[in-house]
């Protein structure tokens, strides 16, 4: 690898208890991982000691720390960054998906399809989403310390960078 060159590598929090109940997380504080999740991330961990990774960063989400921490055990280092957390989807959180799905079926198919077109009542905007994911992403990859990086973050954060690179 160059001089200067770094990798960055993008992970989804490992599965939360709102996951596994089908629950919108949005920005909800304190979903702790469920068991599978924790399986999930020690075997992250697994995966890590076996890279040569000189920093981690981290949503502030609980699901995403915990995961961070479990990967990297005892004495593992995270930077926490708050502008790595999900899309806020407002008046959605918490609510069962199939409980959308049954109130406005279009709504939520259009929401999955073409994000943009759909604001959700006190959710986050979508351009001002990709605006904050993008500075964030763009200061990690900055960062003069180099090195290969992890990124322990959301699925709707991966989704939106890896959508502006494509």
Not at 27 to 47: D, K, Y
Not at 79 to 103: C, F, K, Q
Not at 147 to 165: E, N, Q
């Amino acid at each position: 690898m160059q001089q200067g060159k770094r990798k960055i590598h993008l992970v989804r929090h490992a599965e939360s208890v709102w996951n596994d109940e089908h629950r919108v997380q949005g920005t909800c504080p304190g979903i702790p991982l469920s068991e599978r999740g924790r399986l999930q991330a020690r075997l992250l961990g697994n995966r890590l000691r076996s890279m040569r990774i000189r920093s981690v960063y981290c949503s502030d989400a609980e699901r995403a720390v915990e995961t961070a921490r479990i990967a990297l055990g005892d004495g593992g280092d995270m930077t926490i960054v708050h502008d790595l957390r999900e899309l806020s989807l407002g008046e959605w959180e918490g609510r069962l998906i199939s409980d959308l799905r049954d109130n406005d079926p279009e709504l939520l198919d259009r929401w999955y399809r073409c994000p943009t077109t759909v604001q959700v009542d006190g959710a986050e905007n979508m351009h001002a989403f990709r605006e904050r994911i993008l500075a964030a992403l763009d200061s990690i990859i900055r960062n003069p310390g180099g090195g290969d990086a992890i990124v322990i973050t959301h699925g709707g954060v991966i989704c939106a960078y890896l959508t502006h690179l494509l």
